[in-house]
């Protein structure tokens, strides 16, 4: 994530510094990808496949050329090729040294002036991601809260400046707890947008609401009365109570959570439609009794669909072999043994989704 530094940007020791940790062949090589990940879309990629590596190499090129020019406004569109002219007749008129000169400096000129406006571009609208992620971050709750009762550990990481994915809690009355895990779909300030909306449509309705299933029915009409056609969002709402061992909740179209036991791991029932695909769910109520030495977890798809540099994903398997046998693990140490894992998995690999978990157990009282 890009930062604002306060030391002179101009600071030759800094400088120095940041090109001596530079890992250039590694640096390069992402840097491309991500290049490639941005400008060409699936067609193209697929065509690419089916070339030589010489042919793909001049056709990837000419590619992203293209598709970088489109991206370009229309001013910035007609400098860029007022440049390009100048530099290439820089090349063809060789035999006038004075002109040859002039048209190669202007036509760099001209090429500079584009790279420095879209910089500009981008740093003002980084700026602005960065202002709503400490925003978003402020509406957060703590990685790990203290909830009478119950080992807890929560947990959100964004893919990029801000977040997809919901993760909540709200003590209400009668010593309940509101917990939620929410994915809306697609990326960046639009999804941003409707996961603050989700959340305080949630805290809204979360003292009033009969069950988990009243809740997340209410939330939907919301939902999908006020977003995008085609926007849609997962989420799993869950109430616990200090005094009790019950997980009461209800599924929107969300990964279904994970019982794990002392030897195996149990995957729970599918649950209803995600928020926003219909006006009407109908919502139903789970219930869940953790016993000694059971965990209860939720998760989003930033886990499972996690992709190292071969594009293979980190699968639920993975996940299960992990989870198997980490019983006598804290919530937190258990969390934190996960995102270590799909962290390990991940290697030099782009980030793709938020991941997020929900990790409850029951304590024990001391006999």
């Known amino acids: 994530m890009y930062e604002q530094k306060s030391q002179n940007p101009f600071n030759l020791n800094d400088i120095v510094q940041e090109i001596r940790d530079l890992q250039f062949k590694k640096d390069i090589k992402r840097e491309y990808l991500e290049l490639k990940d941005f400008?060409?879309?699936?067609?193209?990629?697929?065509?690419?496949?089916?070339?030589?590596?010489?042919?793909?190499?001049?056709?990837?090129?000419?590619?992203?050329?293209?598709?970088?020019?489109?991206?370009?406004?229309?001013?910035?569109k007609l400098l860029v090729f007022l440049g390009l002219i100048f530099i290439f007749l820089s090349r063809v008129?060789?035999?006038?040294?004075?002109?040859?000169?002039?048209?190669?400096?202007?036509?760099?000129?001209?090429?500079?002036?584009?790279?420095?406006?879209?910089?500009?571009?981008?740093?003002?609208?980084v700026e602005e991601l960065i202002a709503g992620r400490k925003i978003q971050k402020a509406l957060l709750?703590?990685?790990?809260?203290?909830?009478?009762?119950?080992?807890?550990?929560?947990?959100?990481?964004?893919?990029?400046?801000?977040?997809?994915?919901?993760?909540?809690?709200?003590?209400?009355?009668n010593r309940r707890i509101g917990v939620t895990i929410a994915d809306v779909a697609g990326k960046g300030l639009s999804a941003a947008l409707l996961t603050a909306k989700l959340q305080a449509t949630v805290r809204a309705f979360a003292d009033t609401a009969l069950s988990p299933s009243d809740l997340t029915g209410k939330t939907n009409k919301i939902f999908n009365r006020?977003?995008?056609?085609?926007?849609?969002?997962?989420?799993?709402?869950?109430?616990?109570?200090?005094?009790?061992?019950?997980?009461?909740?209800?599924?929107?179209?969300?990964?279904?959570?994970?019982?794990?036991?002392?030897?195996?791991?149990?995957?729970?029932?599918k649950g209803d439609a995600a928020l926003g695909l219909f006006l009407k769910g109908p919502y139903r109520d789970f219930e869940i009794s953790l016993e000694q030495n059971q965990t209860f977890v939720a998760y989003s798809d930033g886990v499972t669909e996690a992709t190292n540099e071969l594009g293979q994903f980190?699968?639920?398997?993975?996940?299960?072999?992990?989870?198997?046998?980490?019983?006598?693990?804290?919530?937190?140490?258990?969390?934190?043994?996960?995102?270590?894992?799909?962290?390990?998995?991940?290697?030099?690999?782009k980030v793709s989704d938020d991941l997020s978990l929900v990790i409850l157990k029951k304590k024990q009282i001391a006999a």
């Open 226 to 269: 006020d977003s995008l056609p085609n926007i849609f969002a997962s989420m799993v709402y869950m109430e616990i109570s200090s005094d009790s061992n019950k997980i009461n909740f209800a599924n929107a179209g969300h990964l279904p959570p994970l019982i794990l036991n002392e030897t195996s791991v149990t995957e729970l029932e």
């Open 39 to 76: 400008y060409l879309n699936d067609e193209k990629k697929d065509k690419l496949k089916e070339m030589s590596r010489y042919k793909r190499f001049f056709f990837q090129t000419g590619y992203l050329f293209a598709s970088i020019f489109q991206k370009l406004n229309p001013l910035r």
């Open 93 to 125: 008129q060789a035999d006038s040294q004075s002109f040859s000169n002039d048209s190669a400096f202007w036509g760099g000129l001209l090429i500079f002036f584009v790279l420095v406006l879209e910089l500009k571009d981008k740093l003002l609208a």
């Open 314 to 349: 980190y699968g639920k398997e993975k996940l299960f072999n992990l989870l198997k046998n980490s019983t006598s693990l804290s919530a937190e140490n258990l969390g934190r043994k996960i995102i270590l894992s799909v962290e390990q998995f991940r290697g030099e690999a």
């Open 141 to 173: 709750p703590e990685e790990s809260p203290a909830i009478e009762g119950w080992d807890v550990f929560l947990f959100t990481a964004s893919a990029n400046e801000v977040s997809g994915d919901l993760v909540d809690y709200l003590h209400m009355d």
